[in-house]
């Protein structure tokens, strides 16, 4: 069995999104000085590798805490779409996989580079909003994808994110996928329990049996 961490590392320096505050780890006290090491975290609910809740685009619906740990947690496909052209997930590129009720589908993709960069990008590959129908159709638990937005950026209305989030389907944004190579695996991605947050930072693993 081998385990892959593919969570991002929360640093000051890391990409967040666009107009959302950067991320700040400060030493408040360390064991030299203070006889204890303390540090203090000021970072968004949607840094890095994390989890977007339903009350993130939907009203009245429930926070992370609430997500159901079913979906978290089991079998899983990475989709390698590396070699895709354009910048649209498309049903065209999932018809061959053997999707069953209750999978949880990854998308491996050429975006991991822009997460090194220290301006966000204009563009990347994301999910069109047929292939999010698809995937609704199929009765899968969870989605993810290597950047921090599953959704092309700016689309009106968020259709891709409301499709998935009010059919039940985990949306997991920001994972590392670099090292990992297409297949099956178990995953297991769990978000901070902050009751009634829009969405938690996650640690994300996968597991090759």
């Not at 354009?86 to 050429?110: C, E």
């Amino acid at each position: 069995m081998k385990i892959y961490d593919v969570s991002l590392p929360i640093e000051n320096s890391m990409l967040v999104w666009e107009g959302d505050n950067k991320v700040s780890i400060k030493t408040i006290a360390t064991v030299k000085r203070d006889g204890v090491a303390l540090s203090r975290f000021s970072f968004g609910s949607h840094t890095g590798t994390h989890i977007d809740a339903p009350n993130h685009f939907l009203e009245e619906k429930p926070g992370i805490d609430k997500i159901d740990l079913d979906k978290l947690i089991g079998r899983c496909i990475v989709v390698d779409l590396t070699k895709i052209k354009g910048l649209k997930i498309l049903p065209q590129h999932l018809k061959k996989i053997n999707i069953k009720k209750g999978d949880r589908i990854v998308f491996k993709t050429r975006n991991f580079s822009l997460l090194k960069r220290s301006s966000f990008p204009k563009d990347y590959v994301s999910l069109s909003i047929e292939a999010a129908r698809f995937l609704v159709d199929r009765s899968i638990f969870l989605v993810g994808i290597d950047f921090l937005g599953i959704e092309k950026r700016g689309n009106p209305n968020h259709p891709v994110h409301k499709t998935l989030l009010s059919n039940g389907v985990v949306i997991v944004e920001g994972l590392d996928l670099s090292k990992i190579e297409k297949g099956v695996y178990d995953i297991i991605c769990l978000p901070l329990k902050v009751v009634g947050a829009d969405g938690s930072p996650a640690r994300a693993l996968l597991i090759k049996k």
